[in-house]
Each structure stands twice: as C-alpha cells, then as structure tokens.
Antibody, heavy 121, light 107 residues
Framework: QLQLQASGSGLLKPSQTLSLTCTVSGGPISSVVYSWSWIRQSPGGALEYIGYILHTGSPHYNPSLTSRVTIAVDESKSQFSLTLKSVTAADTAVYYC?????????????WGQGSLVIVSS | SYDLTQPPSVSVSPGQTARITCSGDSLPTKYAYWYQQKSGQAPVLVIYEDKKRPSWIPERFSGSSSGPVATLTISGAQVEDEADYYCYSEDTAGEGVFGGGTKLTVL
C-alpha cells in the first residue's frame, strides 16, 4: 500500500525559503505511469496546486508560483522535494505531497498526511 | 482565473441522497474529479474522470457530468460521509483548479 509522508520546515520568517521532503514507501517512486505532486491548503480551506514532476524529471509549476518554486526527485532515497523561495504570510498552509496521474488530464490520486507551514515574523 | 463553483454547504438526513454540484466553463470538455476530506485528514479521491470510482470507495458514491455541471451523488448517505468535498478539474490551459469545497452535513 503506497504511503507518502511530508516533512520539513514548520515555522518560517518572511523572506525565508520553505523546504519540504516527501518520502514514498510501499511502492516505487520511479514509474512511467505516475508523477509526483505538491498541493497546499490555506487556513481557510482553499486547495491550490503547486506543481508536479514527471517521471522524466521534467517539472510543471502553477504559473502563479513558478518564479519561486522548485520540485525535484531523488529516486535513490524514494523522495521528492519542494522548495519555495521568499515566503510571505500568504504561504502559510498545510502542504500535501501526492502521487499524480498524468494522462489526458493530471490529478493526484493518493495523498500524504500533510505538513503545516507557518510564516510569521 | 478559472473558477469551479460549489455550494458552501449541503445537509441531508441519514439514508437520504446527497447531491453536490460543481460548475465550470471548461467542464464540457474536461473531466471532473471529487475529493473527500474529513476533519484533520488529507483529501481522499472518491471519483475520477467524471464517474469512475476507485476500488476502495463504497458504491454509494457516484459521479456524473452534463455540460458545465458535474455532480457528486451519495446514495443513502451515512453519518461517516460527513466531510468537506472538493471538485477538481483543469482550465483550458491545462492548469489544475479546485472548487471552493462543500461541507456535507449528515444528521
């Protein structure tokens, strides 16, 4: 049974860099069928796609975040990561990592439990 | 920006049918997906590609789509189905978008 667990920086100050890692267990991270994604949920409940990375290593980012975000995969560790630069209070959210299916459309089918990130001075 | 519109709340009694709608201009040409999120938990996929159900989801969950409106139906809703439900799809540029969520109350 595939499981994903996000971990990383929980409390940040404005302008700092957010770094999260997602560890994948119970299945291979290298797959031509699946990709790996990050989604965040604001304190008010709104869900927002951050981006995903294909099995080829090619990333796709939300246009509203593309200048600040990087998603990468480390297959040797069965992990993928999220880096978000220059955070502000608006980046306060629960960050979820999830497996993504990229076909006619992309969507995330299995989600990890999420990691709370608070940005506050 | 592209919006998917959901009602903020839906309320039914146990055993009744709950219907949650999702409206969006791209839905005639894009699939809709539905997620269930219980309090303090991660979202769980309950419907994909308009009407397909993952093997781990009970048969009482079903989906449909007609024109700009996708609908999640829970036939014979149970107390444990009480949760927030989010629709998801893509805009015409292929960017993923979530609806604002619907709180389902079963009591």
């Amino acid at each position: 049974q595939l499981q994903l667990q996000a971990s990383g920086s929980g409390l940040l100050k404005p302008s700092q860099t957010l770094s999260l890692t997602c560890t994948v267990s119970g299945g291979p991270i290298s797959s031509v069928v699946y990709s790996w994604s990050w989604i965040r949920q604001s304190p008010g409940g709104a869900l927002e796609y951050i981006g995903y990375i294909l099995h080829t290593g090619s990333p796709h980012y939300n246009p509203s975040l593309t200048s600040r975000v990087t998603i990468a995969v480390d297959e040797s560790k069965s992990q993928f990561s999220l880096t978000l630069k220059s955070v502000t209070a608006a980046d306060t959210a629960v960050y979820y990592c999830a497996r993504a299916v990229v076909g006619a459309q992309f969507y995330s089918d299995i989600w990890g439990q999420g990691s709370l990130v608070i940005v506050s001075s | 920006s592209y919006d998917l519109t959901q009602p903020p709340s839906v309320s039914v009694s146990p055993g009744q049918t709950a219907r949650i709608t999702c409206s969006g201009d791209s839905l005639p040409t894009k699939y809709a997906y539905w997620y269930q999120q219980k309090s303090g938990q991660a979202p769980v996929l309950v419907i994909y590609e308009d009407k397909k159900r993952p093997s781990w989801i009970p048969e009482r969950f079903s989906g449909s789509s007609s024109g700009p409106v996708a609908t999640l139906t829970i036939s014979g809703a149970q107390v444990e189905d009480e949760a927030d439900y989010y629709c998801y799809s893509e805009d015409t540029a292929g960017e993923g978008v979530f609806g604002g969520g619907t709180k389902l109350t079963v009591l």
